[in-house]
């Protein structure tokens, strides 16, 4: 597991934590019940949250249904991976998991245009269940992840095989 | 319409499989290395496979490629096995009904995460029933024995196998460039034997990958 506060325990063979290490702990433990809040919420509204999304991709944007699809699909794994970052409050956590993932998968069947989309309406959608403070705590997995997802560079892609 | 529960089979969302922080585990008070379904790993050091090409070369001489090609033929025999039944395991149906990205996506994270370099793809030349491989940071041709020939026997075995039964055809594998012998990245090009029977001279020649693909290209 990736978690920021991993460097932390590492250390016991250095020194004690100082008053510094210290204050970064118990900032993340009183941020606990917020982010255990937020990520129940996401948990239980999973569908709630997605199936609208889904319904404008296809109803208003017109795109054919197996690319909503796909799309909707990497739309859950990103908030599911952004939600488990949020609790860990590790970003990097989104960037481990997915990176050798997803942008293959966006880029095998060529849903870019549909994930822009879909991430506007996602952040449209997450803004009327959360606060912005709420917010705040899955914003940068969420720009991770779609930096990851939208950002496809590399060259050899397999759209081709299939 | 797309039904957002439906895409959830049990709940489930299969992914990166071989993500390297969930794959390589391990019972250290045993002294193991795992993968995430307790099959045993283990780390081989350069200096050891240094010594195998070095053991072979003296051993065996001028059959150590073949010696090596051939073990690289039975690793990919069993590694195919086991790739398919963990993916299949994995994604909890046939393999025969999983996406040829995400099979060969899977593909690539488990050759990144079990250490053995970049492997890509190329299908620029797929209409002519080539396909190529290229495979960067190879651990097995950086401490192979550098010189003026490829040296990426094993991977050229496991290739050719693996390529084999996903096909269903009896490919032949030949390797047209090498870090061996200073080339950026090892590259491989898979096809019917018959088709691919020009490359070996054309590498013995010390022809360059560019070079070699478009000679195959021009035999029609």
């Known amino acids: 597991m990736t978690f920021k506060l991993d460097t932390l325990f590492d250390s016991p063979d250095k020194q004690y934590l100082n008053a510094n290490d ?3 702990l ?18 239980d509204q999973e569908i709630a949250i997605m199936q609208p999304i889904a319904d404008a991709l296809q109803q208003q944007a017109g795109h054919p249904e197996p690319l909503v699809e796909r799309s909707v699909r ?6 599911r991976y952004a939600a488990m970052a949020m609790l860990l409050d590790d970003d990097g956590f989104v960037e481990e998991r997915l990176q050798g993932w997803l942008p293959e998968m966006v ?15 996602l952040m449209q959608q997450l803004a009327k269940v959360f606060s912005p403070a709420q917010l705040n705590l899955l914003k940068p997995s969420l720009e991770k992840a779609k930096s990851l997802m939208l950002n496809t560079r590399e060259t050899v892609t397999l759209a081709g095989l299939l | 319409m797309v039904s ?10 299969p992914g990166n499989y071989f993500a390297q922080d969930l794959y390589v585990r391990g019972s250290t008070e045993l002294g193991l290395l795992e993968n995430r379904r307790g099959d045993r ?18 051993e065996t001489g001028q059959a150590s490629r073949l010696v090596l090609y051939n073990c690289g033929r039975w690793w990919g025999k069993n590694f195919y096995a086991r790739f398919c039944e963990e993916l299949a395991d994995y994604y909890k149906q046939p393999l025969s009904s999983l996406s040829m990205a995400e099979f060969l996506q899977s593909l690539q994270q488990c050759w990144k995460t079990h250490g053995w370099g970049q492997i ?25 024995p550098q010189g003026q020939k490829p040296a990426g026997d094993l991977e050229r075995g496991i290739l050719e196998i693996f390529f084999s039964q996903l096909t269903g055809r ?12 200073g080339d950026d990245c090892n590259r491989f090009v898979l096809g019917l034997e018959k088709r691919l029977q020009p490359v070996e001279a054309l590498v013995a020649n010390g022809q360059a990958h560019q070079a070699i693909m478009q000679t195959l290209m021009q035999q029609g």
Do not use: N
């Open chain 2, 41 to 58: 790993l283990l780390a081989i050091p350069d200096a050891l496979l240094q010594a195998i090409y070095s053991g072979l070369e003296k």
């Open chain 1, 22 to 24: 210290l204050s970064v």
């Open chain 2, 4 to 13: 957002v529960a439906d895409l959830l089979t049990d709940g489930r969302l």
């Open chain 1, 74 to 79: 990497s739309g859950l794994m990103v908030l």
């Open chain 2, 120 to 144: 890509h793809l190329d299908i620029t030349y797929r209409d002519r029933g080539f396909l190529g491989v290229e495979i960067w940071h190879s651990p097995f041709t950086a401490t192979a």
């Open chain 2, 170 to 181: 009896e490919l032949r594998c030949a390797q047209t460039s090498c870090t061996a012998k």
């Open chain 1, 107 to 121: 880029k095998a069947y060529e849903t870019q245009a549909v994930d822009q989309q879909l991430f506007q309406l």
């Open chain 1, 26 to 43: 118990s900032q993340y433990v009183s941020s606990i019940p917020e982010r255990m809040a937020v990520y129940r919420t996401l948990r």
